[in-house]
């Protein structure tokens, strides 16, 4: 059984303030056991150190109290008051109190956070980065579109929330694979093929009419069909479909391929692999599944029960070759041969599936379009059954992403060939915009995606707002270069760091030093969102930082009456500056020097 690493097992991540809190904790429990306050040998592998939802109550909580409350057999209030007395003592708590119903609140020295500073400087490009994953694989498989015509704009939040997730990963430690299945076989191949074979026959002359129904109409396809004219002439003109059917799925895949590999490429993706559906069924690989799982007694011939919720008078059971998934969780048994001898879709992921397991991967991540959320258990029900319960499959569901432009909602059509182009949009709003402002939401939320917002230079675009913060700081640090007080290389002192004492500083901190923990929530979650959550925190921080500068001439980052002050606030945004930089390229997105 693969074995992922649970937050509450990670080690104190020096870098993250609140494994450091979780630390102290620890140990005035273990000082209370010591006095008899406590019973020794609690567990603490539960308690926890959160920041605190309202800051009014401090800089952080712990639950201590809470769950130590049944094994010590106290109350919680009968544990917090003595370890918030303890935790007093600590030189960097200002100040620690019991609350009900048994948490402690704590408000650190502003010394603590300052030094926090120093912290993300010292660490550099590697801040935010841990070893939770101990090197274990992961293959994350997304994108994944039939290579039947370029990528839409619809493919996008799936390809950015599966490319942003695998750098997540890679930067807690996972060693990440990304990879794109290509469905390069069955019924949607040979539609290609007669679309292209259409096309050539207007471009011959001929008058076949319009695109018939279930065919791809797209434009794009043109290109494919007169390069088969510039190499075959008329060869294929009258000929039989036999005999075309092939070469033409052949070179339309091929074409479409390098399409899609374009396309990616513009918007800053590469996988690692790419594996085809084609190949795995020549190879007699779905064969080689279905054999193991007849092996193991989880095949047999029988027929499944109506389709629910509609009644068909015609409807007949008839006997299918099916997969025992219900034996792992699926609400029904699944059948892996069609009514014309043809494997099914899922006997081809079976295959695929498996053959992930044996290059390997014992954690596999699948991103999912939403309208794929049936097929979620009995995938699962599939790998845990191959690989004898040791793999493990996660699946991410996006919703679509509704278009628009200037508030109007875009109509995309697939049968009128009317469609968004992924090319398209990036060369309308760029790459950095589209991968943010996928990010936005939740995978599995509704998105709207207003291309006219995404070119808007305001706070209301996510962003602009965010790549302005890191561009301002770039700004005041080549100002400062000019006026002969450039920052200061390496990590400041802590007499320096003192000097950074206003609130909207002290507050910026505070902001800049979750990383680490948003950082590893993101991950652990399968949650790539919460980092562009987090960069638009840490942004508003700044601005508001910005803007009082501009009203308080005390509070101006560049002080020519006070250099050590300075010093000081240009540590600072070096730090903010790191933090930007980090988590925009998490998201893909590039942390620019100057706005135009």
Known sequence: MVRLIPADERLMDPMNPFTTLLATVRHALTDLAAAGVLPEGLDTERVSVEPARDPAHGDAATNAAMV?????GRKPMAIATPLAEALMRDPDVAHAEAAAPGFVNLRMRDAFWQRQVAVI????????????GQGLAVNVEYCSANPTGPLHVGHARGTVVGDALASLLERVGYAVTREYYVNDGGAQIEALARSIHHRYREILGDAP???????????????????????????????????????????????????????????GVHHDVFVSEKSLVEEGRVDAALDQLRADGL?????????????????????????RSTSFGDDIDRPLVRSTGAWT???????????????????????????????????????????????????????????????????????????????????????????????????????????????????????????????????????????????????????????????????????????????????????????????????????????????????????????????ARLALLRATQ???????????????????
């Open 578 to 596: 790191t933090v930007l930089r980090l988590g925009l390229r998490i998201m893909g997105v590039r942390p620019v020097e100057e706005m135009h």
């Open 121 to 132: 400087l010292e660490a550099g490009d590697d801040y935010g980065r841990c070893d939770l």
């Open 299 to 323: 095949l047999y011939e029988g027929t499944l029960p109506p389709p629910k919720g509609r009644v068909d008078e015609d409807w007949e059971p008839v006997p299918q070759l099916l997969f």
């Open 68 to 72: 130590l409350a049944k094994p010590a």
């Open 345 to 567: 879709y899922f006997a081809a992921d079976l295959a695929y599936h498996l053959d992930k397991y044996r290059r390997g991967f014992a954690w596999q991540i699948d991103v999912w379009g939403a309208d794929h959320g049936g097929y979620v258990k009995r995938m699962q029900a599939a790998v845990r059954a191959l690989s004898g319960g040791r793999a493990k499959l996660d699946v991410l569901l996006c919703r679509l992403v509704n278009i628009l432009d200037g508030g109007q909602p875009l109509k995309m059509s697939k049968r009128a060939g009317r469609i968004v182009w992924l090319a398209d949009v990036i060369d309308e709003v760029g790459a950095d915009a589209l991968r943010f402002i996928m990010l936005t939401r939740k995978s599995d939320a509704p998105l709207d995606f207003d291309l006219q917002k995404a070119i808007e230079q305001s706070k209301d675009n996510p962003v602009f707002y965010v790549q302005y913060a890191h561009a301002r700081i770039c700004s005041v640090l080549r100002n400062a270069a000019a006026l002969d007080m450039r920052a200061e290389e390496g990590a400041p002192d802590a007499a320096l760091l003192a000097r950074l004492d206003d609130p909207a500083e002290l507050s910026l901190i505070r902001r800049l030093a979750t990383m680490p923990r948003v950082v590893e929530g993101a991950a652990v979650n399968l949650e790539p969102h919460r980092v562009a959550f987090f960069l638009h925190d840490v942004a508003a921080e700044f601005h508001t930082l910005w803007t009082r500068g501009k009203e308080q001439p005390t509070l101006r980052f560049l002080r020519e009456d006070d250099l050590e002050l300075t010093r």
């Open 209 to 267: 009419g319009p695109m018939p129904d279930g065919l791809y109409p797209f434009a794009e396809l043109m290109p494919v069909a007169e390069a088969i004219v510039a190499r075959d002439g008329d060869r294929w003109r009258s000929a039989d479909e036999s005999a075309w059917l092939v070469p033409f799925g052949r070179a339309g895949v091929e074409a479409m391929r390098a399409r899609i590999e374009s396309d990616l490429s513009a918007l």
